[in-house]
């Protein structure tokens, strides 16, 4: 088993910055994809940003690229969200999630997640 805990969600304005973090505890040996996901209220799950266990292989959906930075540190089994430039639209609960190999956008192929934190951009 593998449990996830996402921090350093909140409130912040138009323009600004948050760094999220995804602390991964239990069974984390093997080449692990993290993942991050967002839910806004009344829309699906998406996935936003992930990275191979490598960092060989790295994915962005296009309304973040140039703005959110996916990172992971496997020492300490956390994976890491940058964002910058936020806006109002990127208000959502943001997940973090855990596969196996290989990058997949289907939450389905997700086998691990968190609770989520909450982010907010007020405009």
């Known amino acids: 088993q593998v449990q996830l805990v996402e921090s350093g969600g909140g409130l912040v304005q138009a323009g600004g910055s948050l760094r999220l973090s995804c602390a991964a505890s239990?069974?984390?040996?093997?080449?692990?994809?993290m993942g991050w996901f967002r839910q806004a209220p009344g829309k699906e799950r998406e996935l936003i940003a992930a990275?191979?266990?490598?960092?060989?292989?790295?994915y962005y959906t296009d309304s973040v690229k140039g703005r959110f930075t996916i990172s992971r540190d496997n020492t300490k089994n956390t994976a890491y969200l940058q964002m910058n430039s936020l806006k109002p639209e990127d208000t959502a609960v943001y997940y973090c999630a855990a596969r196996v190999l290989t990058i997949r956008i289907d939450p389905a192929a997700y086998s691990f997640w968190g609770q989520g934190t909450q982010v907010t951009v007020s405009s």
């Open positions: 239990g069974r984390t040996f093997g080449a692990y994809v």
């Open positions: 990275i191979t266990w490598s960092e060989s292989s790295i």
